[in-house]
Structure formats: C-alpha cells, structure tokens
C-alpha cells in the first residue's frame, strides 16, 4: 500500500473511444471502459484516485493536463498525438508532473512513423505492446516511482 493516497489522472487520446471494436487484431477486443475498471481496482490496491479522460481532441487533451496539474502523476495514451503533436509534449513538460507513456500495441513493431514519439521524451517511461495490462505496468511504475522519488522532477 502507498503510505498516502495518490492521484493519478488517466488520459486517452484520439479513436481510443472505439477500443474493442476498433481493429481488434491490433488493439485487443477490451472496451475502455472495461480497462478502466481494471485500472480503478489497482488503484484502489495502491491507495490511488484515478481521474479518467478521453478526448479525440488536441486542445481538449492540452487543456485537461493544464487543469490537473496538481495531480501527482499522468498516464497518458496519447493515440495518434504520439507521432505528431509538439503541443501536447509541451503540456506535458509544463505541468512538470511525472508522465507515463502507454500503447496497448507496440508502437516500435509497426510502420515506421509509429516509433518516434514526440511524448516519450517528457515522460518517466514508456510501456507499449502489452494491450490493456500496459495502464496497469503503467500504473505499478508511477506509483513506485512516487513512493520513491524526494521531490517533483
């Protein structure tokens, strides 16, 4: 158990609304709703509050980490946004809040333009190719790393 509760803001990019119907062979056949539940029964295990968004909107996801920037920690899918948007990377870097990167497929087995990502390099970590159990790895890592670091990045 975390010695004080954390809370953990769980960020979902473009098309990641469709999960479990949309292309199944790559994604997985989970809803995320479905992986929302499982995250929310981890987080109870590690003393975590897990605030979960979902937006197919580049704005709108830039806006939601500037409205949380006091939260202890993000898990972020960016979809799409990964392979393009600076402004996202740079939300993420101005709220200075340790960020985890999460793909349900692994991004670096895929066509080409999938493998670089401008969100990595503002984050902690990146778990890819793990489908619906990379929010939970995810999850593990934040919190271990909260427990474990003196102060804010």
Known sequence: MASRGYHIVVLNGPNLNLLGTRE???YGSVTLGQIEQQITRYGEEQSAKIDFYQSNHEGEIIDIIHQNREADG???NPGAYTHTSVA???AIAS???PAVEVHLSNIHSREEF???SF???VCIGQICGF????YIIALA??????KTRKSRP
């Open 88 to 90: 996202i990377r740079d």
């Open 114 to 116: 999938r493998s670089h």
């Open 119 to 121: 969100i990595a390099p």
């Open 131 to 134: 489908g619906a159990t990379s």
């Open 24 to 26: 199944p062979d790559i």
């Open 95 to 97: 709220v200075n809040i």
């Open 74 to 76: 993000i898990i972020i």
């Open 141 to 146: 890592a934040l919190v271990d790393y909260l």
